[in-house]
């Protein structure tokens, strides 16, 4: 019997993002914070055409359409961040 589990994919680039999330469908993602103690976890699509990210923060319900200058972005959020250190993950779920 093959059971499914969860692997995580450390998201290393915008291009990266944009790969993962290139079948139109959404996926889920996560920041690890406080050293991996913490995850902030985000429901993430990608309108190639538009050329725009949506984002749905599972901690409060929030949610933003952002582009990818935007996305990398301090102002915006935490995700470009957690990008550039090493710290954002795709949730992969593996029959």
């Known amino acids: 019997m093959t059971r499914s589990h969860l692997e995580y994919i450390r998201v290393k680039s915008l291009d990266h993002l944009k790969d993962i999330l290139k079948d139109g469908n959404g996926k889920d993602f996560f920041l690890s ?3 991996g103690d913490i995850r902030s976890s985000k429901w993430i699509s990608y309108n ?23 996305l990398m972005s301090n102002q915006f959020g935490n995700i470009g961040r957690g ?11 593996v029959e």
């Open 83 to 93: 990008i550039r250190k090493g710290a954002f993950y795709y949730e992969r779920y």
């Open 48 to 70: 190639k055409k538009e050329n725009r990210f949506y984002v749905f923060n599972s901690i409060d319900g929030s949610d933003s359409e952002l582009t990818g200058r935007e």
């Open 33 to 35: 914070l406080a050293g």
